[in-house]
């Protein structure tokens, strides 16, 4: 049966659209150096294998780190290095070195991947923090600046987070900076052999100041006492800051 054009017209009327935006695409990271009071993150290097095997293999390192990674562990320094040269030429993706400044030693690493300027969308990932930097002040912080970059100095609209849903550390470090859980991808992946399940977490730029004011008073001094034991929790500063956030909303949709 032939239908009208006034009623096509009609249904397509009454189907909901996202938002309008003014929307142009953003710059994508350019590898240049991030420093914070505790941390540095800089491009990484093809001369930081050595050091990276070191802190990331026994009997110097926990080869445990590369567990849900899709890489290592290496059998040695050199095949790091040839990762790394691998990894310098990709086009997707943009990898840092961490160092602690207190050492300034390599300590990690860290990388922007699945950039899409175009729709403002990054994600942080293939992360891995030797001991020595696991839990501590400069690994928060190395969150941080890597958030704080993309958000306010690229301008992106989404920050994603994704992880081997069985990596439960992985899945508490996400909650705990900031990031919402938006849902589990079964099968999504084969890594090493192996069946992965992907957990998907993301911030969105309307979450960013609440949870960058939450990262702020968390590394504010004034939140640690004289050992470096936190007085308050990033989950409480972010929790706090997320709640004034939503108030001041609530009242500015007050009649």
Not at 87 to 112: C, N
Not at 137 to 160: K, N, P, Q, S
Request: proline fraction near 6%; charge should be neutral.
């Amino acid at each position: 049966m032939r239908r009208s054009g006034r009623v096509r017209g009609s249904v397509a009327r009454e189907r909901p659209l996202g938002a309008e935006l003014q929307w142009t695409a953003v710059e994508r990271p350019d590898g240049a150096p991030m420093r914070g009071s505790h941390v540095l993150l800089r491009p990484l290097e093809t001369a930081d294998a050595e050091p990276l095997y070191s802190v990331s293999h026994p009997p110097g390192g926990d080869a445990a780190v590369w567990t849900y990674l899709p890489d290592g562990p290496y059998e040695n320094p050199e095949q790091l290095r040839q990762t790394i040269a691998w990894a310098q030429g990709l086009d997707d993706r943009v990898y840092y070195t961490i160092l602690e400044l207190r050492e300034e030693r390599p300590s990690g690493w860290a990388s922007y991947l699945r950039i899409k300027p175009e729709f403002g969308v990054v994600e942080i990932g293939h992360i891995w923090f030797a001991p020595a930097l696991q839990r501590t002040t400069a690994a928060t912080e190395a969150i941080f600046l890597l958030a704080r970059h993309a958000f306010d100095d690229l301008g992106y609209r989404r920050l994603e987070w994704k992880c081997n849903a069985l990596n439960a550390a992985s899945r508490r470090a996400a909650e705990r900076f900031g990031f919402s859980l938006e849902g589990v991808f079964r099968q999504h992946q084969v890594i090493k052999g192996r069946n992965r399940d992907t957990a998907w977490y993301a911030i969105t730029d309307d979450e960013w100041p609440a949870i960058r004011l939450g990262f702020e008073r968390w590394l504010d001094p004034q939140n640690f006492d004289a050992r470096g034991q936190q007085l308050r929790s990033l989950r409480e500063t972010i929790a706090e800051a997320r709640a004034v956030s939503e108030a001041a909303r609530g009242s500015t949709r007050a009649p």
